[in-house]
């Protein structure tokens, strides 16, 4: 694997060994800390972002390696006309390898074939945000012990929310995996994903719009936001935006041992008085987002430890 892209261009077994070297950071970072030295890596971000950026900067920080780039458009040339091709070409001659966030769905993927340096997707418009399926990933497994037989909810934007989309795929190669999907009418879980990701697969689903029904059954609730800038209508994005809001009222009949996800940032979704819950476990995302990025760099840059 020369780039990553989406969460598909993972095998299982590679997704296993991200996680497994990631648990091995955490146990020992010391052991890691240089092992990157001397190496460059470019955050090439056409779109905002707090978390993953910032994790992908003290993941190579903290592998010994140093950090380049710019964090809005208005800071590049892409400001004076300049293409995403040209613009990932030229940071290729500078850096050893590049995470970019672009607001165009496939800009990565354009980009990543002008240059010989590996090119990490940091999130493509609607499309694809894989590093934030893997810390989903490495959450999970460090909070249940495993990533097979769950039922897990999802509930919110489901149309529009490219982590849902990505997550549900890296899932459904485990066993035992059933969801539920609870959002607005509006904003269901797409066709294509039913049809090729959990249809094919067998794998089942119920699709709801009352989250307390179901919440009694989860053994993973991961809210999302409802995403204005994937709105082309403002008014029903006002209508939308509330359609879920946890509380810890609304949480008494989950289990004990539910993990709460949200890849943040949050809005209104998750009351901040959620926060003290022992079940909630997106800032534990935040945290591990950090190492399994510095599992991915080590191994996009071949660099055995
Ligand atoms: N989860 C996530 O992608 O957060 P940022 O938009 O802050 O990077």
Redesign the pocket.
């Known amino acids: 694997m020369k780039h990553l892209m989406d969460i598909t261009d993972l095998t299982t077994s590679q997704i296993d060994e991200l996680i497994n070297t990631a648990n091995k950071i955490i146990s020992d970072p010391e052991k890691y800390q240089d092992t990157c030295k001397r190496k460059k890596l470019a955050t090439l971000f056409f779109?905002?972002?707090?978390?993953?950026?910032?994790?992908f900067e003290a993941a190579m920080l903290e592998l010994g390696g140093s950090v380049l780039g710019f964090s809005t458009s208005d800071g590049s040339s892409s400001v004076k006309g300049e293409s995403v091709t040209d613009t990932v070409q030229t940071v290729g001659y500078y850096a050893d390898i590049i995470a970019m966030?672009h607001p165009k769905e496939g800009a990565p993927l354009a980009a990543s074939k002008r240059t010989t340096v590996p090119i990490i997707n940091?999130?493509d418009g609607g499309h694809s945000?894989p590093t934030?399926t893997l810390?989903d990933l490495l959450t999970i497994q460090r909070e249940k012990g495993r990533l097979a037989n769950l039922t897990v909810g999802f509930c919110g934007d489901l149309k529009f929310g490219r982590?849902v989309h990505s997550l549900i795929n890296a899932l459904s190669r485990y066993e035992g995996i059933e969801y539920v999907f609870i959002s607005p009418k509006e904003l269901v879980i797409p066709d294509y994903v039913k049809a090729g990701m959990l249809d094919n697969n067998k794998i089942k689903y119920v699709e709801t719009t009352n989250i307390d029904e179901f919440l009694p059954k989860l053994d993973i609730l991961y809210m999302t936001r409802v995403q204005r800038e994937r709105f082309f209508n403002e008014a029903d994005y006002i209508r939308l935006k509330d359609s879920y809001i946890l509380t810890p009222d609304k949480l008494k009949s989950a289990r004990e041992d539910l993990s709460i996800m949200h890849?943040?940032?949050r809005v209104n979704e998750i009351s901040v008085k959620v926060d003290d819950d022992l079940r909630a476990c997106y800032f534990k995302?935040?945290k591990n987002?950090k190492y399994i990025r510095m599992a991915l760099i080590l191994m996009l840059l071949d660099i055995k430890v």
């Not at 779109?47 to 994790?55: I, Q, V």
């Open positions: 779109e905002p972002s707090t978390r993953t950026r910032l994790s966030r940091a999130g945000h934030q810390a982590t890849p943040l940032p995302q935040v987002g």
